[in-house]
């Protein structure tokens, strides 16, 4: 029974670990991933000053089309450029409606987002300058409004008015801030702003360089470009927003620091209970078997070889718990992942860590159990 709990108090610990580090692995690997996403050769310039991407997005009129030709005149080494005019509206096909981010924006949108069509093709620059009612779906739109049903030729209405479905993109997942990338429609910037909002500015910018060299030195000089087509005086705050991905790697690195000190968090309470609990157990175990103990003694057994043996068996009992936590641990991170979406992350390093662990528990908590073992006289005891 004492073996069975010791083992139970040192799975749920490691299981507790496990989880914790497995939660942590993949949020690294989410947001290295998102950073790729981003693009290292690209920037993103937001209407309004002092704003972080994934914000809900808010009405702010200082962006316009004039920034952007004068940007694409003056900056040198644009690989391409997209504007950008975000809002939330929903979308409806049959009995099937979603509320879903629809983005008004130009043909070159899937090469400055690096976001691939798999399925039809995106509108052209002609279709966006006659302001076509075409769509795009992303492909959290087309499984909640098709269920299954190829949406390509099918006609949805963006807020009552009819688009024709003419792509889809491919599945990107995620955003730092727990945002769906995939709820969204893409359609022609000039039908978006002529036809659905009836507004000249934007949202955002999007700039994709040839070279990833080329950002230090051309950020500053779209900076200028923007002050002085808006008229800010020197003194005066932006209002706009540039986003690098120097801006990127450090917001990652934040949150990368803070799941690093849960972690460290979680493994030091972990260790605490758990050698508090195998240490108290284990006396109470030695103090029962005193006379077995004397007997070995009596018979030859050093107090090193006893302290080894007491050190050998919490470390097997500690072994027997880290490997049953790990898998139940691992059990439970798949489980979360596939009920909840939170990003996991299985790899041998959980292992690794459980052994670790546990060797650490052994270390811990046998050295009273040990000592005290040891300790016995086992004349006293014997005559006892």
Known sequence: MRVFIMSSGIALCILVITLVTSISLGAKEQVNDLLQKFGPKSIVILAGGKRQPGQPFEKSTTLTLKDVETIRSQINGIESISPAFNSTMNAKYKD????????GSNASWPDTWDWNVIEGRFFTHNEDFHVRRV?????????????????????????????????????????????DRDNRIIIPLNTMLKRMVNETYLSSI?????????????VPEISNILRRNHKIFNGLPDDFTIVTPDQIIKFLNNINLTMNIFLVAAILISLIIGSVVVSNIMQASISER?????????FGATRFQITIQVFLEIFVISLVGAFFGTIFGTICSVVLHKFTGIPTSISLLLFLIAFCFATLIALVSGIRPALKASSFDPAIILQR
């Not at 005193?290 to 009596?298: G, M, Q, S, T």
Request: hydrophobic fraction near 35%.
């Open 96 to 103: 099937q409606n979603i509320d879903t981010t629809v983005s």
């Open 290 to 298: 005193e006379k077995e103990i004397a007997l070995r003694r009596a």
């Open 206 to 218: 999007r700039i994709k360089f040839e070279k990833q060299s080329y950002i230090a030195s051309s």
């Open 135 to 179: 769509a795009v779906l992303g492909q959290t739109v087309v499984k909640d409004l098709f269920l299954g049903e190829n949406p390509i030729g099918k006609t949805i209405r963006i807020e009552n008015t009819p688009f024709v479905v003419i792509g889809v993109l491919s599945p990107e997942g995620t955003s730092p801030h727990g945002n």
